[in-house]
């Protein structure tokens, strides 16, 4: 048989020479290590050995020659033993005392003769002379740690490899750790005492302090600006500053790095969100730009989730209002840092929606919505606000709803109006979904055949099917999957805020939560399932007859209403004539003062209730509408006066029959009743539109123009036709631009031209001269003293 073949090999040179970072790094470690470990014994074997001489000197020697005077108790004992242990000489063998006399001469240096130069062990055998060599060499005590050598790229020869290597320079320690421990001490003492500044040098200081601060914090942030995937380090470095010990600058310091580490991490995050790789991923061999791009990557979300959990403990500081250990920063300066941070989460929240941890920030911003300081629950109120304008696609939109329907849940309903006022914001229209749907997939416009025929070879056009086919193939998989998951994501969303507002409609009516469940549901009622129409509007109809809503609520409750039967609630065979009457009854609830705002709710509900329902709507009401709007231009202002003629305008356009309106003729029997309640019955007929007349001397120039439009029956052509700013915008629309909250005209009204007078009349030239000779001689006479009695003609004026 043959035999077994050794299979391990040697390793070639090429392996050897390729032996990991790692390895040559744990080497060296090593040897460090030893080399410590070395130092350290060397200290402490040279510590005892001082030690052991300090005590040596310290002690004071025992006289042998009295040793009875200090132990005698114990002498006492030992001399019974002694006595039997020891025997005189003449009672010992020859042959012992022989041998005892043999010992002394070859006793230790302690006992022999010092001046004989004779060897002490002269009398050894032969074979004890034979000595290997190395007991000849002088021994030592390894003192000095071993030198280090450094292993060089070997040399190849005919001979074979030949290992190079060269000592390393070894750095020797100062001194020791005793010489280091008197020259602190030493300087301890040389301290000298911290002279006390006044008060202006301490401010300049703290200026000069906080100034170097700056530039630091601003040399890091460049730094990392210009090059972010090579200076990551340098943000823990900036995000150590959170920590500023020094009491001057604390406060100031720490304010200024959050806000620069809330920008830097704007500016340097991807568009993307980065995912932990799996420990495939990590064992794979990748490209240096690889490597040094997930380095990044790490770096970046480590650094980015410390920085928000600083940010966290900086706001549970505040609630907590515990004072730290290092009193660096006193009670009253955490709610300054907290809004700080607040606002940094906020700026983040709105940023980076696509961005990891993303839902903790949400988690943390919600609760800081319903906080009991106004500054930091409107900044929390807008930031989510501002989400739901931006948010298009809806995944960040539905976290942040979430989190709130649950916190509204938790809370029993028991939370600031203003957060579920957010909702209003929420990008949920059927309108702006399709809108969004065409902007990101516009149909492209393909050549016909004779096009291709006439611009194009036969090669070409082949080539140009193929192509058309597939941008056709992948327009229609991105628009599908797009719509198909906005829809999906809108769907849940609104699924959330109508359970939340449906529980707050059964279980707290009379909460603060109230007008804005109803605003709310007045703008998402066309997208509520047909099946709750029936029982919410029975709910909205006893709330309002209940009378515990203010007039605003009961308006968003008419606007709800309507908004439900205008969409799918068609089918539906429901009579909505008990909210006509309620917007008409309460009309002129409407003035000059806090209602006037509400006359944009009115308009909303007007064209809902009217102009999209023309076809159940009567001439009758119509017109009973148009009469009573026209009353109610005369007292509310301007803004509101116009939005309220445009809103007849459109009435007068949809309804051609009311032009009767501006007939001074009666129609029919009967006589208008203006204080009656019911627009059916009010024989509106019978009036006409005086008001206009009025409205036509109006100050304002804006409704002048409308007022001039309506008298001449609202033409579309003609000298009394509105201009295309005016004619082309509605009624709401109207409101807003010429609104008066600036304390401002739009535009400016003209001053009244009094007509002035040739001869002014000054002083007493009014007067008669009779008159004026009285009134001389009364102010000339002395002023007679008489008591005043007021109460007299207070007891009069009390009865």
Not at 44 to 52: C, S, Y
Not at 81 to 88: Q, T
Not at 222 to 231: K, Q, V
Request: some cysteine; proline content about 4%; glycine content about 2%.
């Amino acid at each position: 048989m043959k035999a077994r073949r050794n299979k391990k090999q040697v390793p070639s040179f090429r392996k050897l020479l390729k032996t990991s970072k790692v390895k040559l790094e744990n080497k060296l470690k090593n040897k460090q290590f030893k080399q410590q470990s070395t130092l350290k014994k060397y200290r402490k074997e040279q510590r005892k050995l001082r030690q052991a001489v300090k005590d040596a000197v310290s002690k004071k020697p025992i006289p042998l020659e009295d040793p009875k005077e200090k132990r005698p108790g114990k002498r006492i004992e030992w001399e019974g033993e002694e006595e039997e242990e020891v025997l005189p000489l003449d009672m010992m063998d020859e042959d012992d005392l022989q041998l005892m006399k043999d010992l002394g001469q070859r006793a230790s240096f302690l006992t022999r003769d010092l001046s004989s130069s004779e060897p002490v062990h002269a009398k050894k055998r032969k074979h004890e002379n034979i000595i290997e060599k190395y007991e000849k060499i002088p021994r030592s005590l390894q003192t000095a740690p071993e030198k280090e050598l450094i292993h060089l790229l070997p040399i190849k020869d005919k001979s074979g490899i030949i290992p190079q290597t060269r000592e390393k320079p070894v750095i020797e320690s100062n001194k020791d750790e005793e010489d280091q421990e008197e020259k602190g001490l030493e300087e301890e003492i040389i301290e000298e005492p911290i002279p006390e500044l006044t008060l202006e040098e301490h401010v300049m200081e703290r200026k000069k302090k906080l100034q170097e601060k700056k530039m630091h914090i601003a040399a890091l942030a460049s730094a990392i600006l210009s090059d972010p995937e090579s200076n990551i380090k340098k943000l823990k470095e900036l995000r150590s500053m959170l920590m500023e010990q020094d009491p001057d600058v604390a406060v100031t310091v720490r304010k200024l790095v959050v806000v620069s580490l809330m920008e830097l991490f704007k500016d340097i995050t991807p568009s993307y969100k980065i995912r932990p790789l799996t420990e495939a991923e990590k064992s794979t061999k990748i490209r240096r730009e690889t490597q040094k791009l997930r380095e990044f990557e790490e770096g970046l979300v480590s650094q980015y989730k410390f920085y928000l959990e600083n940010l966290e403990q900086m706001v549970k500081d505040w609630k907590q209002r515990k004072l730290k250990r290092s009193n660096v920063v006193s009670l009253k300066a955490y709610k300054g840092l907290a809004e700080v941070a607040v606002k940094s989460l906020c700026e983040l929240l709105v940023a980076l929606p696509h961005f990891n941890f993303h839902n903790n920030i949400i988690v943390l911003i919600v609760p800081l919505m319903n906080d009991m300081s106004k500054s930091v629950s409107d900044m929390c109120c807008e930031a989510v606000k501002k989400l739901f304008k931006q948010d298009k696609l809806g995944q960040a939109s539905l976290g942040v709803i979430k989190v709130i329907s649950g916190f509204v849940k938790g809370r029993n309903y028991e939370v600031r109006p203003e957060m579920l006022k957010t909702f209003l914001y929420l990008r949920i229209k059927e309108v702006e979904v399709k809108k969004d749907t065409e902007d990101i997939n516009k149909p492209k416009k393909f050549m016909t055949f004779k096009e291709k025929r006439k611009t194009l070879s036969r090669m070409q056009r082949k080539w140009k099917k193929a192509e058309e086919k597939l941008e056709r193939e992948l327009r229609e998989a991105e628009a599908s999957e797009s719509t198909e998951r906005k829809l999906k994501l809108h769907t849940e969303t609104l699924n959330i805020v109508f359970v939340t507002y449906f529980r707050i409609l059964k279980k707290a009516q009379r909460s603060p939560l109230l007008p804005a469940v109803l605003e709310g549901l007045a703008k998402f009622a066309h997208l509520i399932n047909v099946e709750f129409f029936d029982d919410l509007l029975v709910v909205l109809h006893s709330l309002i007859e209940s009378g515990d809503l203010s007039y605003r609520e009961s308006l968003h409750c008419v606007q709800t209403a309507f908004h439900i039967l205008s969409g799918q609630g068609d089918v539906l065979n429901i009579d909505p004539m008990k909210f006509y009457t309620h917007l008409y009854k309460t009309l002129f609830k409407l003035h000059a003062g806090a209602t006037n705002e509400d006359v944009e709710i009115i308009l909303q509900c007007l064209d809902v209730m009217l102009t999209k329902r023309r076809k159940q709507v009567s001439q009758q009401r119509a017109l009973a509408f148009i009469k009573r709007l026209s009353t109610l231009a005369l007292h509310v202002l301007p803004n509101a006066s116009i939005g309220i003629l445009a809103a007849n305008r459109i009435l007068m356009h949809t309804f051609p029959k009311t032009d009767l309106l501006l007939d001074n003729e009666s129609q029919g029997s009967g006589v208008f009743l203006p204080e009656l309640d019911e627009p059916e019955y009010c024989n509106a007929q019978n009036t006409a539109l005086w008001e206009l007349h009025a409205l036509r001397r109006h100050y304002h120039p804006i409704v002048q123009i409308f007022a001039a439009h309506l008298i001449a029956g609202a033409p579309s052509e003609g000298s009394e036709v509105l201009k295309p700013e005016l004619s082309r915008r509605t009624a709401a629309e109207l409101f807003e631009t010429y609104s008066m909250a600036a304390m401002t005209f739009n535009p400016p009204v003209a001053s009244s031209n009094s007509k002035r007078k040739d001869k002014v009349l000054q002083g007493d030239l009014f007067l008669n001269e009779d008159l004026n000779q009285l009134i001389k001689r009364c102010c000339n006479e002395t002023a007679t003293q008489i008591p005043l009695d007021f109460t007299k003609y207070l007891e009069t004026s009390l009865r």
